[in-house]
């Protein structure tokens, strides 16, 4: 293993970003280098070069046009949330009319969780991971409350084996059949929050199917992070935000997918609103809704507009590299930075709680150190320039984002990693 910063940079020759300019980076706060080394994508990504100039096209139809701007205009509001379909179903795996943006994450699972939880006396259970997400968990157990069951009793959570970090796929398809009759949904992550693990979503679906469950992912941490197909998958829905990999600014709207089968479905159980009626009839201001065959049924109010025009940004640029390409350099960054990692776990205390095998994580890598983590990541911001972040006990996560992360700033990440475990460079 090449520990020098020289091969850093040769690696950034070899392999140069093709979209890296077409965000902005963080201003150092020290040293000798330009800007910041930024590992906390995976919570909010960089902002794009051309995010301001879509809100400011929003900003100008509304002063220039004032209501009209609905109708009228190159990009009338009345279907902006659509503009955006095409390119997110293609970040996730979809048909266009599966998707939609609204809201933000948490409350889309509540509206997913309100078609999708159907609890009967005999199967009222609804599965996650035990270390789920903290909104995740309150969002499960308050809709046991809300249908009349005892969140202790009706919140199933899986549990990595003793000494272990992560879920076994083959653990988690095992209680999907032997507790299959009494689950209703079944909603984990993606890819987890704290330990980075991607989890085999084709064949979890599979298994929860399979049992009769309705099988939901969370995919806060996967959407534009690791490639998805959600429809060949077969899972039944989804929720992400897109201010994490989708560098669409915070508290941006975020989306649901629903699967196409469940589109047309008359009888099903649904939160609903007025923008989730056709357009062709939604200003017939009847008292019953005519919904269409679409994800967008399940949007309830008027479009945030301002907020969706950073999201068309966005995906522009995930059109103009694609999912496969993102992944590929997506696996040279992380393996790269695990690389050094390991070579430092070799003489430094800290352990990888990420899983290994490429096909089990995307690019965010989990370092356990038994350390105050929060102050851990105060220092080597404000000591190397280096912005990864922390979460309790004693996680440190550093994500090198393919669109804009670089060889170097990997580099600049483990060693920052070093100089405060060992007081030494890694180089
Ligand atoms: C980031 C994240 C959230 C955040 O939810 P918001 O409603 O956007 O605040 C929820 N769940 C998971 C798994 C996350 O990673």
Redesign the pocket.
Same mark, same amino acid.
């Given at each position: 293993m090449n520990l020098s910063e020289q091969y850093a940079y040769d690696l950034d020759a070899a392999h140069p970003s093709a979209t890296r300019s077409q965000f902005i980076q963080l201003p150092a706060n020290r040293g000798s280098y330009p800007h910041q080394a930024y590992f906390a994508g995976n919570?909010l990504g960089l902002q794009p070069i051309t995010t301001a100039a879509a809100i400011t096209d929003v900003l100008e139809s509304w002063s220039q046009r004032g209501v009209h701007g609905h109708f009228t205009g190159g990009d009338p509001w009345l279907h902006y949330h659509q503009y955006v379909n095409e390119a997110l179903s293609r970040v996730v795996g979809a048909l266009p009319q599966e998707v939609s943006v609204m809201n933000?994450?948490?409350?889309n699972?509540h509206l997913m969780l309100a078609s999708f939880y159907r609890p009967t006396a005999e199967r009222h259970q609804i599965l996650i991971e035990d270390y789920?997400?903290p909104? !995740?968990s309150y969002a499960v157990r308050s809709h046991a409350r809300l249908r009349g069951y005892d969140p202790d009793d009706a919140i199933l959570r899986l549990r990595p084996r003793a000494g272990e970090d992560v879920l076994r796929t083959e653990d988690v398809i095992s209680v999907i059949e032997q507790q299959g009759p009494r689950i209703a949904t079944l909603m984990l992550?993606g890819i987890n929050?704290l330990t980075g693990e991607l989890m085999d979503i084709a064949a979890i679906t599979a298994a929860g199917r399979k049992a009769g469950i309705f099988v939901g992912w !969370?995919l806060?941490?996967a959407a534009g992070n690791v490639p998805l197909a959600l429809h060949d998958w077969g899972v039944d829905f989804a929720a992400w935000?897109n201010?994490?990999y989708l560098n669409s600014g915070p508290?941006a709207v975020?989306a649901a997918f629903v699967h196409e089968r469940h589109l047309a479905d008359p009888d099903i159980q649904r939160l609903e609103g007025w923008y989730g009626n056709r357009l062709e009839t939604r200003f017939d201001m009847a008292p019953i809704i005519d919904t269409p065959p679409t994800a967008e049924a399940w949007v309830l109010s008027t479009s945030p507009i301002l907020a969706i025009a950073p999201i068309r940004a966005s995906l522009e640029i995930f059109d103009s590299v694609g999912m496969p390409a993102l992944r590929k350099r997506s696996l040279q960054l992380s393996d790269y930075l695990l690389s050094l990692l390991d070579d430092l776990a070799t003489r430094a205390p800290l352990a990888i709680v990420t899983p290994r095998e490429a096909a089990r994580r995307g690019s965010q890598i989990s370092i356990r150190i038994d350390t105050d983590v929060a102050q851990f990541a105060r220092r080597m911001d404000e000591n190397w320039g280096v912005i990864p972040d922390d979460r309790k006990p004693n996680i440190i996560r550093m994500a090198p984002i393919p669109l804009y992360t670089s060889f170097h700033d990997c580099w600049r990440g483990a060693d920052a990693v070093s100089r405060e475990l060992l007081g030494l460079s890694i180089g």
């Open positions: 919570s933000t994450l948490t409350v699972l789920a997400f909104s !995740d992550s929050y !969370d806060a941490h935000c201010y994490k508290g975020a």
